[in-house]
């Protein structure tokens, strides 16, 4: 039966590393620094060390927020999260694990009327803000660090590549060791309490949460190892631009701060130097490796962090744990009202009031509950604009790793650094959407529109010198002077070429059945074809033919004789449907 | 192990600048010889230019190969690959330029020799400006930038120059004939795309530079 209440902590734990191993090891094995199969062992190892050797810290502190003490609410409040995860990632927008599990465990409590420990809340909350600028920081130095190394060390680029190649695996193990230490509290957090399930090797008896952090390690490695090659590869495509040195830089100082956050020991050692000690909290590695990133831009100079995107993926962040919590609000009331599971223990509610309800009645605090309601209500509201705004925005842009519901992974990136962040496509790539080819046509545009500005500039200036010349025949020569000019540019048959070939290429080439039947068209009568074709009027084609109106009407009554046109049959008509 | 790889792979890429550099000194040997009309000496330098050539190309092909089959930086070898394509190029024109001396056989006046000869060495010299600049871009990318503007200068000045010869060519030496007044500038020509695919080679190295800087 536990295991049944557990698949929902073990599905969140699949999708976080199929997700999150790709923060890790996605730049080597995209770039082929590293080969997939090595990535996802070392991950997959150092998760499942790192969760069951680390991962009480981050636990604890969940557990503080509100102690989930029935499987059936354990089960509710993984399976919201993950939904929440899930459905936030197939719509492109910015989440993280921790919000959502966080979001669900107040839920839980408000349905439950459990004590919410605000201290708890606000110290998490914190670690929200705290884990990416510490990421910004760390980068930052580590950057400035590996820099200094690089130029002073002169190395062959050669001999750089080797030992980048093990910086990263050893920091991709880092990474899924702090990974495993810090994000377990987010997939096995909710079932500490719930569940004293544990296991005897002869003598050695296993302690239920070091059970469920194994189970939860167990699953995180399975999602690394079934699903998250495709994330890397895809993921290291996208941040091919970050260099290797820049993304092993990445890498460390999201393991750091994840390691900072979850390590009892260095939390303790801190206390005992006097100062106060490193909350244990899950905190998102999406968020960290955003901050580092940040770091890394601020280092080299950054002129234009987009910081209406940045501030789009925070309120994605925010918005994670008021549908997280509203969704298990929710689902609880079907739990325990339809399926009749018990969703809290009596037994263990020690701080809760004696008459605790099992089942849903309404609350004994309904001001909370009605605080929280429209709150809900206001978030969905938030949500709703936001996917018609920011959302879509976000949709194109969005620069993190997340999946896609029509193209699998969207890659992280530097996207949302300026164009002299980390340097490559991802930060001076035009705009997704403009593809090379239109690119080319509107950079043609421009040039040709001040090539254009030139000339009438020049113009302007002859024009203006002419009007200031005293004498006569100096005057005039000024004018002939552009007269000339004009008539060049008018006659300009490179100019008109290049005009004729992209309309070609714009709206394809005559039409053979066309070019057969009037084989003996000449080259302008070809031209007033596509002309026609483009739905020119002849007012319109004289001056791009050089002719006059009425020379336009003559050659127009010429082309249907050749064609062979009857007086009812329509030109443009007939070119266009031939 | 990759640390026994990694130098082998730096040697042969080192060994590779130094073909680049020997052809060029060839080069300004041979023409010089063949200006100075020194027939053995210069059918020397055609066939060591030759040789050399050869060599290279094998030894290009093995980085190639050695960059691709290894994985060796990924990000990087695609540019590396073009590097070396380039500097190529260089061995190739020296060679094909040194044999179109020897098939064609030029006619140059006594009084354009010093001129050629000039011509030749300042092609030679934005192209021997590329190679430190070449090597600089594999341990200290920074410093590719202080070496890439010696390219530029020598190209421009054997633009200049070229230009000088050819106006000397057809506007001062009445003697001559048109025909040869064109050969000679064919001549100016094929000495001054040398330091054309230096400038090429520098061009890319700054992009590469940039993309390298941490």
Redesign the interface.
Known sequence: MIFLFLASGLFLGWSLGANDAGNVFGTAVG???IKFRKAAIVAGLFVILGATLQGAGATRTLSQLGSVNALGGAFTVALCAATVVAWMTYKNLPVSTSQAIVGAIIGWCFFTTSPVDYTTLVVIMTSWLTGPVLGAVFAALL?LL??TY??KS??????L??RIRVGLLVAGAFGAYSLGANNIANVMGVFVNASNYTVQIGNLIIPSEQVLFFAGGLAIAAGILTYSKRVMLTLGKGV?EL????ALVVVLSQALVLFLFSSSALSAFVVRMGLPPIPLVPVSSTQVIVGSLIGIGMVKGVQEIRFKLLGSIFGGWLLTPFFAGGLTFISLYVISNVFEIPVMSRQQAVNAPQDLPVHFHFPAYPMVLWLFLALLVVALFAGGWYFRTAGQGVRSRYPLGQWDGNNGYRPLSGEFLGAEGI??KAIIKPEPGLSDTNRNAVVKHALHLSDERRFLESMRDSLEQAQREPELQKKNERIQGMLTALHQKMNDSAEIRRFYMELETAIGPLPSKLTAAGSHLTVQEKKLALLLRLGLSSKDIAPLLGISHKSVDIARYRLRKKLDLRKEDNLIQYINTV | MFSSRSNKSIELIDGFFNGVDQSLLIFKEGVKNYLHQNTASFANNLQELAKLEAESDLIRRKIEETLYTQSLMPQLRGDIWRLLEELDNLIDLSKKNLFQFDVENPLIPEELVLDFIKLTQLSLSAAEAVIPAAKSYFNQPAAVSEKIHRVYFYEKETDVFADVVRRKIFKEMPALGLSEKFHLRYFTLHIETISDTAEKVADLLTIMAIKRIV
């Not at chain 1, 002169?154 to 001999?159: A, G, T």
């Not at chain 1, 260099?243 to 820049?246: Q, S």
Request: net charge positive.
């Open positions: 770039t082929g620094m950057y590996m820099r690089i130029r002169r190395v062959h680029v050669i001999k590549d080797g091919l260099t290797p040195e820049t340097p490559g």
